[in-house]
């Protein structure tokens, strides 16, 4: 999760091209890596949350390589809808600044 500020930043400035390439395959793998940790705790719906969002990084990538502006605008959306869904209901800001996962009961 740690590399996805930067990737999401970097996506901000333009999402066609190699580097929108390279950002969305680290988003997808993060995010396939965070529905592994979701699904081992039995947190389903987070764990829906980050398999639409590894569905849409793909998608993203795939948009960025051929240069399709409209479809990586449409997917990039994805991404970031799907997070911040998932950051609402299972992030929380500690008080020095970080976050953690609030753990399903």
């Given amino acids: 999760m740690k590399a996805l500020p930067k990737s999401m930043g970097a996506l901000k ?3 066609v091209g ?6 969305a395959a680290t988003i997808e793998t993060s995010m ?3 529905a592994a940790f979701f699904a081992e705790h039995k947190m389903k719906e987070a764990e829906d949350w980050s398999n ?3 569905k849409s990084a793909s998608a993203l990538a ?5 240069n399709d502006e409209a479809a990586a605008t449409t997917a990039f959306q994805g991404v970031a809808s799907s997070c911040k869904t998932c950051h609402t209901a299972y992030r929380e800001q500690l008080a020095d600044g970080g976050y ?5 009961h």
Avoid: C, L, N, Q
């Avoid at 953690?100 to 399903?104: L, N, Q």
């Fill in 32 to 34: 396939k890596a965070s």
């Fill in 62 to 66: 795939a948009a960025a390589k051929a």
């Fill in 18 to 23: 190699p580097d929108a390439e390279a950002a």
């Fill in 52 to 54: 639409a969002a590894a």
């Fill in 100 to 104: 953690k996962v609030k753990m399903a």
């Fill in 13 to 15: 400035k333009g999402k």
